[in-house]
């Protein structure tokens, strides 16, 4: 072969490798580029200790919404406050990972609102995932904790900044400066929403004016004046484009002349319709304690253009909407959402083989066998995939108290509430077997202890060995309406 040749041979061959390298580092394509066809809403419902939490709604049209896990909360915060308020969603660029960021709030849960405000917690709330269906455990990024006498950290958001190929994490929080007490948004770079830059201050307004909910969107090349739209609550429901995230915003508007401002809405939520060049511009109506609305338009970056849903036009299903954030999805995405959280568990009961007039229900958070059991809710559960277990397995979630489980607790039962450990995930999962008195009805053996099963003894509900007659009797119950 000659030299030219050998060379010629060389430089294909680096050529090959090259591709290869490149074909190595580059993201595959993003799994948020396939077509989107439904909506996922994260979100949480109300001021009670488990309405502060994460719940999940679905919506096929963007307008009418379904409450995922049967309106039961979905994630439950374990670390801070124990409470969660205005989760957001984020997906990552390649669509292989996804974070819920939320502030740690619990109002009522041992924190009331002057103490959140003046002296609350500078951590937010973060899970994590691979598949939108398996979250990690919470863990607490501390963000307003680096800000010279911040006092609290509220209403994250996140947007993907393709100039610098992170996230700019942006909140709000209480800082005393220029002579005004009053939240600000402060903003910091992160590639992991574990570890992040130095905090800015990014949005301020005049004054004593405060800006506290702020939702930045990345619009499709063409539309309106701006390739970034952001919604404010600052009194108003302020509208600013930009076509960088951290660079100039022009104001372009506000509500008011549909007659929202910031004393009756908050929480502002953006969603891009799949199917056409339209918008939703949710907005929690917290004055009222009505949850989200819709406000519509097709030129997001014109005020002017925003209107009022038509009645009968939308729905929010049976639980209130508040302070969150939507993710568009993909057919797959979809179809693990709802593959995990969309089925309609039914309402049972648990009869008694021995004391066929008695069911297990609970009372004051103990467990017993009881007649006529009123309220009914008392003695009602969903039997939904096992907590530790999902094959073969069930947890037992009180209908009245939702996120509440039957759980053994030193082998004696309690209904509490789910604190998102593995240990009382084990102790509230029980697999399903033939009854041990009779083989047309059910027993519950234990996953943490495989050894014993749920019983009652004097009514009331136990974890036991089973040794004899009567305790297979006790241990036997039928599932029933």
Same mark, same amino acid.
């Given at each position: ?14 050529v090959?490798?090259? #591709? ?22 994260a979100?949480f ?8 939490q ?26 801070g ?12 660029p ?18 009331d609102?002057?103490?959140a ?7 937010? $709330? ?75 201050? %990014? ?9 506290i ?20 609550r ?7 484009? @930009? ?38 511009? %949710? ?35 049976g ?5 969150g954030?939507?993710?568009?999805l ?22 008694? %083989?021995? %004391?066929?007039d008695?069911?297990?229900r ?18 009602? #559960? ?11 397995h069930?947890?037992?979630? @009180?209908v ?22 593995? $240990? #009382? ?20 053996? @234990? ?17 036991d ?11 036997? #119950?039928?599932?029933?309406?």
């Open positions: 072969m000659s030299k030219s040749l050998h060379r010629l041979s060389a430089v294909l061959a680096a090959c490798l090259l #591709f290869t390298t490149w074909a190595a580092v580059t993201p595959k394509k993003a799994a948020a580029q396939d077509p989107f066809t439904g909506y996922l809403m979100h419902t109300g001021e009670s200790s488990t309405g502060q994460i719940y999940l709604a679905h919506s096929t049209d963007g307008l009418r919404w379904t409450d995922l896990n049967n309106g039961r909360l979905v994630l439950n915060s374990t670390v406050t124990r409470g969660v308020r205005d989760p957001a969603l984020v997906r990552s390649a669509g292989d990972r996804y974070w819920i960021i939320a502030t740690d709030l619990c109002i009522g849960c041992g924190q609102w002057s103490s405000i003046n002296n609350g917690s500078r951590n937010l $709330v973060v899970w994590e995932s691979t598949d939108l269906v398996t979250w990690s455990a919470p863990w607490l990024l501390n963000v307003a904790g680096r800000i010279p006498d911040g006092r609290n950290a509220w209403a994250p958001e996140a947007v993907w900044d393709p100039a610098t190929n992170d996230y700019v994490l942006y909140w709000a929080t209480n800082v005393p400066h220029n002579g005004a007490t009053k939240h600000r948004i402060y903003a910091a770079r992160t590639t992991d929403f574990r570890t992040i830059t130095t905090p800015q201050s %990014y949005i301020s307004r005049p004054g004593t004016q405060e800006i909910d702020t939702q930045i969107i990345e619009l499709p090349a063409g539309t309106g004046s701006h390739r970034y739209l952001r919604a404010s600052d009194g108003q429901i302020t509208i600013e484009g @930009s076509n960088t995230i951290l660079g100039t915003w022009t104001h372009l508007g506000n509500l008011s002349g549909i007659g929202l401002t910031g004393s009756q809405v908050e929480g502002p939520m953006w969603t891009k319709f799949n199917n056409r060049n339209e918008w939703a511009l %949710y907005l929690d109506q917290y004055a009222s304690g009505r949850g989200y609305l819709p406000v519509l338009t097709t030129n997001p970056t014109s005020a002017g253009s925003y209107r009022l849903p038509a009645s009968g036009s939308y729905g929010m299903g639980t209130r909407k508040r302070h954030s939507v993710l568009n993909t057919a797959a995405e979809q179809s693990r959402v709802l593959g995990r959280w969309g089925s309609n568990t039914p309402v049972n009961r648990i009869q008694s %083989y021995n %004391y066929q008695r069911y297990v609970h009372v004051d958070f103990d467990v017993r066998i009881d007649a006529n059991v009123s309220p009914a809710q008392d003695a009602q #559960f969903r039997l939904v995939p096992g907590l530790a277990a999902n094959s073969g069930v947890s037992f979630e @009180s009245n108290y939702p996120g509440y489980y039957l759980r053994h607790y030193g082998f004696d039962f309690r209904l509490e509430a789910n604190d998102g450990s593995a $240990v #009382f995930a084990a102790d509230a999962t029980f697999r399903q077997v033939a009854g041990l008195a009779n083989s047309s009805w059910t027993s519950f053996q @234990s996953y943490s202890h495989p050894d014993r099963y749920l019983r009652h003894s004097d009514y009331l509900l136990r974890l060995p089973i040794t004899d007659a009567q305790g297979r009797s006790d241990a036997t #119950f039928r599932v029933t309406s």
